[in-house]
């Protein structure tokens, strides 16, 4: 096997350092002289197609590809948060060299008529904590509660534009009871102000949350909690979208700008996440957009999203031409990939 080496500036610390891939300490010599040891992807829907009335799930040959395409792009971590268990599991407990490693939620968990009928499997009230037992006798690490949505018909579309709560927030409080009982975290999608009751039982990352307040980022990083805001998914313009629609996302991107960098004074990880529509090169574009330093950005892509996920960098490098900290846009364009030791872009 080739022996890879890397000299030059290591973001986001900046450090200049020699890596070495492999046993022979000369080897070849990789291109680029600006490196991250590796993307993370920490919201991502392996197994999650658009469709015509919401997203869809799709099978193990979608999954492959996804990966392969994560991984040409310098991720090397997913975490997958919700999709199709029997796939997405089965990866989360295979490593395989070739692909990014995948940290796995299994299940999206919401009752009938709270998420997208094409892409879950409802789960009732009275069935959630069982629910949870199979998702980590299983192998989940993370469990995806769905914690606010509108109603949803049964062929898909949303109806109406009121969101509520999924389960009874007592409920809530002792699923993630049982969850860290198992040593496993909880991530919730929430876009209302019911964020405020997720965390305070105890939620371990808020996924969206568009409608998180300063008390809430507060609270949240007291206790070393996260926040992935998939600004791809949250202010990203849709296809045929009405004025109506367009002034709501530009007020939600206002909102979120002022916000966002409040996450770090309190302690709050904020992490990067390509959800069904993104790259993780785009979140770190409007991560940026939205008020964080290009380093903030790329630590929350990367050593940040690392640290908080329980992983680590070794073994991966993703290279590029230009310093990402000037030319950002050099993110979507890697120089090289090394992934678990090896060079495969």
């Given at each position: ?14 450090d ?9 300490p ?8 600006y ?61 395989d ?106 939620i ?33 313009p ?56 290009v ?50 872009g």
């Open positions: 096997m080739t022996t890879w080496v890397f000299e030059g500036t290591v973001l986001p610390s900046g200049t350092a020699r890596l070495t891939f492999g046993p022979d000369s080897g070849e010599e990789l291109p680029g002289r490196a991250v040891p590796g993307l993370v992807d920490s919201h991502c829907h392996l197994t999650m197609a658009p469709g015509a009335n919401g997203p869809v799930l799709r099978g193990a040959d979608y999954a492959d590809e996804r990966l392969g395409e994560l991984a040409g792009a310098g991720v090397s971590a997913v975490r997958d948060v919700g999709g199709n268990r029997d796939v997405t599991l089965r990866l989360a407990r295979t490593a060299d070739g692909r990014p490693l995948v940290l796995a939620a299994g299940r999206f968990l919401a009752p009938d008529g709270r998420y997208f009928p094409q892409a879950y499997e409802p789960v009732a009230p009275e069935d959630l904590l069982a629910a949870v037992e199979a998702e980590i006798a299983d192998g989940a690490t993370w469990l995806k509660l769905v914690g606010d949505f509108p109603e949803v018909g049964p062929d898909g579309p949303i109806r109406g534009s009121k969101v509520s709560p999924s389960y009874d927030v007592e409920l809530v409080a002792a699923m993630v009871g049982l969850a860290h009982a198992r040593n496993v975290r909880v991530a919730a999608h929430v876009n209302t102000d019911h964020v405020s009751e997720l965390i305070r039982v105890g371990d990352s808020v996924e969206h949350g568009t409608a998180l307040t300063e008390q809430d980022l507060q609270a949240l990083g007291a206790r070393g909690g996260a926040w992935t805001p998939t600004l791809c998914a949250s202010v990203g849709s296809p045929d979208e009405t004025p109506e629609r367009t002034a709501r996302r530009e007020e939600r991107s206002a909102y979120l700008a002022s916000i966002l960098p409040l996450a770090e004074r309190y302690g709050v990880r904020v992490l990067t996440g390509s959800d069904v529509v993104g790259t993780v090169a785009g979140e770190i574009d409007l991560l940026v957009k939205h008020g964080l330093t380093e903030q950005a790329l630590t929350a892509a990367s050593t940040g999203a690392q640290d908080f996920l329980g992983l680590t960098g070794a073994g991966n490098l993703v290279t590029y031409d230009a310093d990402p900290r000037e030319h950002p846009g050099v993110l979507a364009r890697p120089t090289a990939v090394v992934l678990n030791g090896r060079r495969i």
